[in-house]
């Protein structure tokens, strides 16, 4: 919570920031300056808190919790109207115990998803909600096709294994692939992001104030 915080911050006082250079010359700015900090302080204090107002947060234990969950949020969303957002960290959270559950009791896996799916389906559907969902890659591609996968790399494309399921997949209307670089010759950690629906591909880096894109 405090890292969104802080987050929150730096966006807030840079947008602000922006305004006012649009709003005033440089010469009022300077001559203001020490006046509306102390305003600017209380502003920004204000609208960070009313966000954080807006934001609710909710932990699941167990597939079975989530599914419950997200059947729930539909009446908590149709109460509150300005809910436009749904962030899941991470869809596959309890992949592996789905996984051994779906073994013992002689089902397919994809069953389980597809309950996931058809809530999501719900709140997307009935309340325009925009989903949008982490999925680490635990899985990788069989030792045979690693070579290509390496040489897909090593351009500069990045290769993406689905174990989710079908009835993920269809549901999945954008996907942004991220990889981690090893660059030995730069300071910071090196990200890249690969936007499945326009194909583009673009570098980044985390710094205290967010992300940093690289030209």
């Excluded at 925009?130 to 290769?159: D, M, N």
Aim: net charge positive.
């Amino acid at each position: 919570m405090l890292r969104l915080v802080t987050l929150l911050e730096h966006f807030i006082r840079k947008k602000m920031e922006e305004y006012s250079n649009r709003q005033e010359p440089s010469s009022a700015i300077d001559t203001n300056k020490e006046a509306v900090s102390d305003k600017a302080q209380v502003d920004v204090e204000s609208i960070i808190k009313l966000s954080l107002k807006k934001l609710y947060v909710v932990h699941c234990n167990s597939t079975s919790q989530l599914i419950t969950t997200l059947y729930s949020l539909a009446s908590y969303v149709s109460s509150q109207g300005d809910i436009k957002l749904l962030i899941l960290d991470s869809i596959s959270a309890f992949y592996w115990i789905d996984k051994c559950e779906a073994v013992d009791l002689n089902k397919n896996v994809d069953t389980t998803h597809s309950k996931i799916v058809k809530a999501l389906e719900h709140l997307t559907a009935d309340y325009n909600l925009l989903v949008f969902a982490t999925k680490p890659a635990i899985l990788h591609r069989r030792q045979k096709e690693r070579g290509l996968q390496s040489a897909c790399l090593a351009s500069g494309s990045t290769q993406h294994f689905e174990y989710m399921g079908k009835s993920w997949q269809k549901f999945v209307t954008r996907r942004l692939i991220l990889t981690k670089h090893n660059e030995q010759a730069s300071t910071r950690q090196i990200f890249s992001v690969l936007d499945s629906l326009t194909n583009t591909l673009k570098r980044f880096f985390i710094c205290e104030a967010g992300i940093t894109f690289i030209p």
